[in-house]
């Protein structure tokens, strides 16, 4: 197959990619931590409520805390063990929130394996019904695990209103530095290709797309292969897309591989599109077929200044501390802790925070690394370079939206469409007077936010 995609979208950058840190790492099996830490804001939608109380008992795959919303997912526990308090935890978007502490038993909890893939090309997802996954997906507690975490439940789910046709997985991973989604298309590509099909099925869509990066040839080779040895290749199509930041959010790889586009401020279902991450399809393989519930994800620890890079299972709501010491702990040159990215993920100073369902990385940078790839820089006036407006994957005015936010004029940055920003920071990375624009724009949509709230 041809792997270097002509498709892609307009506006982007090329970051250095530093997958090397961990792309060729298998997926490796942490062992259980002494206390987890579930934070009961995990997704886009209504936050859970804690269903257990302190010195509760509590088994691995129990729910510990749920709401009884339409768009919110369940949180369960995935260790045995005692609850020890719900009381407030750091998170790396909000600052603080409520969460569940709990704390392992020693002798009860084998870490639950990386294992081989357990699926094969002898996989019919016939034999399960819409229904049958969409309540599957729902009481596992599945959200996007590539993005912003979208209950994935609600995203599969038929809804008369909004039909959708095609089915688009996201197997780009176009974020600087990250490999997790790379090795589970490597080494659980039965299992990916399962959670499609499934999804296929809940979703009623006919027409089924892979977007892949270019720089990733080896997964896009596995993959194609596997379609063709269940028969697939006519139906599911692997596209090769351009190698470009960011080709991995759900507009740009809508348009690159589609040649559709999605309404500013519209969500891909209203043009028929559903759009899950290879993670996620994962994750609803197991849920629907082994009846397990999203406790455990894969995770790239990377970057020059942690002392063993790879990609590791862990359990949600394992301490960042507790993953950097069994990683062999930091390098005395570290300077930066990035949970995600560099370019959208979130520095974070305490290192209590606890892993979530949407955490696919840490990142670990030294000064050296930060200020010469440009990911922080000094910042001095705007020359009106226009550079931002060249890059933006939007087609918006940076500039203009954080000038507003920086002078409060909140309507002056919505009539610049503050709200259709994806906060790549793909502006920032261009720009010479080093302006941290998606600061200023996710100012701009707190403070919205926190008006809407007084406002009801």
Known sequence: METHGKKTFKGGVHPPENKHFTESCSIETVPTPKQIILPLVQHIGAPCKPVVNKKDPVSAGQIVGRSDAFVSAPIHSPVNGTVKDIALAPHPVIGRTMAVYIDADPDSNEPRPAAADPFDASFDPGVYSAEQI??????????????????????????????????????CECEPFITCDYRLML???????????????????????????????????????????????????????????????????????????????????????????VATCAALAEAVVCGRPLTHRVVSVTGCAISR????????????EDLIAHCGGLKETAAKVVLGG???????????????????????????????????????PCIRCGRCLRVCPEHLNPT???????????????????????????????????????????????????AKKRLG
């Open 400 to 450: 203009k939206i954080a000038h507003a936010v920086k002078h409060f004029r909140m309507d002056i940055a919505d009539s610049y469409y503050l709200r259709a920003c994806i906060e790549c920071g793909s502006r920032s990375y261009v720009c010479p007077a080093h302006i941290e624009l998606p600061g200023y724009i996710k100012t701009g949509k707190l403070l919205k936010a926190r």
């Open 309 to 320: 890079p790879g990609n590791y299972y862990v359990p949600i709501g394992m301490r960042v």
């Open 342 to 380: 560099p370019m959208m993920g979130f520095a974070i100073a305490d290192l209590s925070t606890p892993l979530t369902k949407t955490s696919g990385a840490l990142t670990f940078l030294t000064r050296e690394a930060v200020t010469r790839a440009k990911y922080e820089k000094q910042q001095t």
């Open 187 to 277: 080494e659980r590509t039965w299992q990916v290709i399962a959670g499609i099909r499934l999804a296929a099925r809940a979703s009623g869509c006919g027409t089924i797309r892979i977007g892949i990066e270019d720089n990733k040839p080896s997964a896009i080779r596995v993959m194609a292969e596997a379609l063709s040895r269940c028969s697939l290749s006519e139906d599911v199509e692997v596209v090769p897309v351009k190698t470009k930041y960011p080709q991995g959010g759900e507009r740009q790889l809508i348009q690159a591989v589609l040649g559709r586009q999605v309404p500013t401020g519209g969500i891909p279902p209203q043009i028929g599109i559903c759009v899950l991450n």
């Open 134 to 171: 969409c309540t599957a997906v729902q009481k596992a507690g599945l959200v996007g695990m590539g993005g912003a975490g979208f209950p994935t439940r609600v995203k599969i789910e038929p809804n008369p209103a909004m039909p959708k046709d095609t089915l688009l997985i996201n197997g």
